[in-house]
Structure formats: structure tokens, C-alpha cells
Nanobody
Framework: VQLQESGPGLVKPSQTLSLTCTVS??????????WGWIRQPPGKGLEYMGAIGYSGSTYYSPILKSRTSIARDTSSNQFTLQLISVTPEDTAVYYCARIDTSRNYYAMDYWGEGTLVTVSS
């Protein structure tokens, strides 16, 4: 399974950050897998942002829920992230990942390589 993030590397403050994750080797509709977004600001830890499930249900971090939208295109086997009203604090490496929900714990078993998004004017 391979995941690849794509999108602009520079976004201006107050604008919308948009990223796409292209998946190969598995279908994003496969049972028991969610497809998520995680970010890591410079010098800080990983932060879970949200995910979209195999049925299309969405799940968001309470902290970012008001600014985050995750969607999917099953024909292209892609899922997307939109983060509105960005500030420089949203500067981070953004990762997409597959989340295995088939066990009694969730595991992010495949990750993209990550893409740096800088918020700056």
C-alpha cells in the first residue's frame, strides 16, 4: 500500500489549505480501514486531524473540527483535506495514513512521506 500527499507548499494566512492523498495498492472503500490526516509542526509532536472511513463517514479532532473538512473521490481512490482560515501556526508537515480499525485498537499502518506546508504572506 502506498500513499502520496500532494498540494501547494505555500499558503497565505486566512486562505484555505488543500491537500490530496492518492492511494495505491488498496481501495479506500475497503472494510475496516479509515484514511486519515496527521500533521507535525516544526519542533512539535504529531497531531491527528481527522479521517474518513470506508463507508464515507468522517471523524475530526475536536480541536480542529471547526476548520477541517475531509472528503473522498472513490473513482480516483483519493481523499482530501481542507483547512480553512489558516495562520502561521498551521505550518507543518502534513501526512496521510491508513488506519486499521479491525482490531480492538486503531493502528496507522501505512503512511505517506509527508509534505511541508508553510503558511506565510
Amino acid at each position: 500500500v502506498q500513499l502520496q500527499e500532494s498540494g501547494p507548499g505555500l499558503v497565505k494566512p486566512s486562505q484555505t489549505l488543500s491537500l490530496t492523498c492518492t492511494v495505491s495498492g488498496d481501495a479506500i472503500t475497503t472494510n475496516y480501514y479509515h484514511w486519515g490526516w496527521i500533521r507535525q509542526p516544526p519542533g512539535k509532536g504529531l497531531e491527528y486531524m481527522g479521517a474518513i472511513g470506508y463507508s464515507g463517514s468522517t471523524y475530526y479532532s475536536p480541536i480542529l473540527k471547526s476548520r477541517t473538512s475531509i472528503a473522498r473521490d472513490t473513482s480516483s481512490n483519493q481523499f482530501t483535506l481542507q483547512l480553512i482560515s489558516v495562520t502561521p501556526e498551521d505550518t507543518a508537515v502534513y501526512y496521510c495514513a491508513r488506519i486499521d480499525t479491525s482490531r480492538n485498537y486503531y493502528a496507522m499502518d501505512y503512511w505517506g512521506e509527508g509534505t511541508l506546508v508553510t503558511v506565510s504572506s
